[in-house]
């Protein structure tokens, strides 16, 4: 786990993190969202061990970082956002040379490559220089420099940049693939659909202060839940005949069905079937409403404006 205690941060004299504290729960991928300049990149670099901050600290699981930083970096992986490979480096080069600067044994580092070497389906591209490679390879190359060493903590900024939509995809399916080798990971992102895809849980950030930190599509979260209900031939008088329920806080006809917000539960949601098929309503479909990593987040900044 890492926590963030009672974090502070400046640069020369200006503050730009402000009591910063955040817990990351083993096996979480949190999305770390905010407007360009909130302090992103910086929290990034603080947790990753590479700033010291003013006050506060960054433990992982349960030690600080700095205690003992060559320990720390062994259990962590930090992708900037802006990266250089060392040219003139082969693939397999770049990543034995990674995985060895993090303390990997000499007699795991060939295992290790070579898997990851799989994973980021970087397998024909072995004894390739690095600087020919392609924009989207490099991505790769450059996750594949700091997940080689299978730290248990990784720390992605912005790592979708300059992939095409397959590789970020591809990306996607990766960081699921990761979790489920039980790795912690927070990744920056502007693209809130794509950590839509994998991400557990949302981190918000404004001028360098904690706006939310919440889990995502999680029914316990919301006092509400949306379903959208499906009819064959709703008759005239159905918006009417469903608005009576008692159980229904707020209901809208779209072309795609009818969609109702009621309170929490499968109780409610049996009780309300109940109801639409005691009113004879040709109800054909129920479909779960899951809340948006786009409208959490908005939602955030807006209890913060309220
Ligand atoms: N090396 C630096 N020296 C001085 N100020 C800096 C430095 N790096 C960043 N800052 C400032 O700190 C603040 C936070 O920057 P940071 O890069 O952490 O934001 P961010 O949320 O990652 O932004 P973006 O989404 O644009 O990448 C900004 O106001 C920025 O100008």
Request: proline share 4%; glycine share 8%; charged share 20%.
């Amino acid at each position: 786990m890492i926590k963030i205690k009672n974090l502070n941060f400046h640069y020369d004299n200006r503050q730009v993190l402000h009591d910063i504290n955040v817990e990351l729960s083993a096996g979480s991928i949190t999305g770390l969202i905010g407007p360009n300049g909130a302090g992103k990149s910086t929290l990034m670099r603080c947790m990753a061990g590479l700033e010291q901050p003013t006050d506060g600290m960054v433990l992982l699981n349960g030690t600080p970082i700095l205690d003992n930083p060559r320990k720390s970096f062994a259990q962590l992986g930090y992708l900037p956002d802006i990266f250089g490979l060392p040219e003139g480096l082969t693939v397999v080069q770049c990543l034995t040379y990674a995985a060895k600067s993090r303390g990997l044994p000499d007699n795991q580092l060939a295992q290790a490559v070579s898997e990851t070497l799989q994973l980021l389906g970087l397998s024909n591209k072995v004894y390739e220089k690095v600087n020919a490679l392609s924009r989207g390879q490099k991505q790769r190359v450059g996750i594949g420099q700091v997940i080689v060493h299978q730290p248990k903590f990784l720390l992605l900024d912005e790592p979708a940049s300059g992939l095409d939509p397959e590789a970020r995809h591809e990306l996607s399916l990766l960081l699921l693939k990761l979790k489920t080798q039980g790795m912690t990971m927070l990744v920056s992102s502007h693209i809130l659909s794509e950590l839509d895809e994998y991400c557990t849980h949302m981190l918000v950030i404004k001028n360098g202060q904690i706006q939310a930190h919440q889990a995502l599509h999680d029914e316990q979260q919301n006092s509400h839940q949306t379903l959208l209900l499906k009819f064959f031939r709703l008759p005239e008088n159905g918006i009417n005949q469903i608005q009576q329920i008692d159980l229904i806080k707020n209901i809208e006809s779209k072309p795609d069905g009818v969609w109702v917000q009621l309170a929490q539960g499968e109780n409610n949601r049996v009780a309300l079937i109940r109801e639409l098929v005691a009113r004879d309503l040709p109800l054909s479909e129920v479909q779960t409403v899951k809340t948006s990593l786009l409208q959490s987040y908005q939602d955030s900044l807006n209890i913060r404006k309220g």
